[in-house]
Nanobody, 122 residues
Framework: QVQLIESGGGVVQTGGSLRLTCTAS?????????TGWFRQAPGKEREFVAA????????FYKDSVKGRFTISKDNAKNTVFLQMDSLKPDDTAVYYC??????????????WGQGIQVTVSS
């Protein structure tokens, strides 16, 4: 069973930065199209945030984070990084790493991390 290990959450002030990391315990070439992040705020549905394709390294983002968040990867370490800059209170949520995301930002198969809290104070 694949495990996704997340790290890097925390509490920051508005305008601050955090870097999330997600490492997969194993990955076979071609297994997943893209890996990335969803988030869920209290009382809201889980939503797509960002992902990056494994083969081409193509990043794609939710509109509201474009220009503020940057996703990258290290193929050799099966790791995806999410650099979050210029954070806003609206970014406060539990962030979940998702192993298998389509090019449209939807889930292809249910491999999830345990979730990590990001809190942005005003």
């Amino acid at each position: 069973q694949v495990q996704l290990i997340e790290s890097g959450g925390g509490v920051v002030q508005t305008g601050g930065s955090l870097r999330l990391t997600c490492t997969a315990s194993e990955r076979t070439a071609g297994m997943w199209y893209a890996t990335g992040w969803f988030r869920q705020a209290p009382g809201k549905e889980r939503e797509f945030v960002a992902a990056i394709s494994w083969n081409a390294g193509t990043p794609f983002y939710k509109d509201s984070v474009k220009g503020r968040f940057t996703i990258s990867k290290d193929n050799a370490k099966n790791t995806v990084f999410l650099q979050m800059d210029s954070l806003k209170p609206d970014d406060t949520a539990v962030y979940y790493c998702a192993a298998d995301i389509s090019r449209y930002g939807s889930i292809r198969s249910n491999f999830w991390g345990q979730g990590i809290q990001v809190t942005v104070s005003s």
